[in-house]
C-alpha cells in the first residue's frame, strides 16, 4: 500500500510539472528543461538507423550543475528511464547518457541516445 502511494505522489508530481512546462529538450521531446535552462539548437544531431534513432543533444544555462544532475536522477525514471550506472539510463532498447560540465561559467548538459 505504502509503495502505491508513493508512486501515485510521484506521478502527481510528473504530471503537474510537464503540463505546467512547454519546454522539452531539443530533439528529445519528453524530456523537461530543467528550470531556466536553454535549448542549444546548434547542437542537435539526429539519426534514424535500422538499430533505432541516435539523438544527440545540449542546453546550457546558469542553473547549479549538482541541482540539473539531481533533477535528472529523479524525473527520468517517471519518464520510463532505468538507471544503470554512472549518468547512464536505458528506456526500451535505448540507451541515455548525460554529460554534465561547465564551460565559460556556464553549465551545459548533453543527452546522447543510442540503440542499445
Same mark, same amino acid.
Given at each position: %500500500?505504502?509503495?502505491?502511494? /508513493?508512486?501515485?505522489?510521484?506521478? /502527481?508530481?510528473? /504530471?503537474?510539472?510537464?503540463?505546467?512546462?512547454?519546454?522539452? @529538450?531539443?530533439?528529445?521531446?519528453?524530456?523537461?528543461?530543467?528550470?531556466? %535552462?536553454? !535549448?542549444?539548437?546548434?547542437?542537435? *544531431? /539526429?539519426?534514424?538507423?535500422?538499430?533505432?534513432?541516435? @539523438?544527440?543533444?545540449?542546453?546550457?544555462?546558469?542553473?547549479?550543475?549538482?541541482? =540539473?544532475?539531481?533533477?535528472?536522477?529523479? =524525473?527520468?525514471? !517517471?519518464?520510463?528511464? !532505468?538507471?544503470?550506472?554512472?549518468?547512464?539510463?536505458?528506456? #526500451?532498447?535505448? @540507451?541515455?547518457?548525460?554529460?554534465?560540465?561547465?564551460?565559460? #561559467?556556464?553549465?551545459? *548538459?548533453?543527452?546522447?541516445?543510442?540503440?542499445?
Amino acid at each position: %500500500m505504502k509503495f502505491s502511494f /508513493l508512486f501515485f505522489i510521484n506521478y /502527481l508530481f510528473l /504530471l503537474s510539472f510537464l503540463y505546467s512546462s512547454d519546454k522539452f @529538450v531539443y530533439g528529445l521531446d519528453d524530456i523537461p528543461l530543467y528550470k531556466n %535552462m536553454n !535549448n542549444n539548437e546548434e547542437s542537435l *544531431v /539526429l539519426f534514424d538507423t535500422i538499430n533505432g534513432r541516435i @539523438v544527440s543533444t545540449k542546453i546550457n544555462g546558469s542553473e547549479n550543475l549538482s541541482e =540539473i544532475k539531481e533533477f535528472y536522477r529523479q =524525473i527520468l525514471p !517517471n519518464l520510463g528511464w !532505468n538507471k544503470t550506472k554512472g549518468n547512464l539510463f536505458i528506456r #526500451g532498447n535505448e @540507451v541515455l547518457e548525460i554529460i554534465y560540465y561547465k564551460s565559460k #561559467g556556464e553549465s551545459l *548538459v548533453e543527452f546522447n541516445i543510442s540503440p542499445k
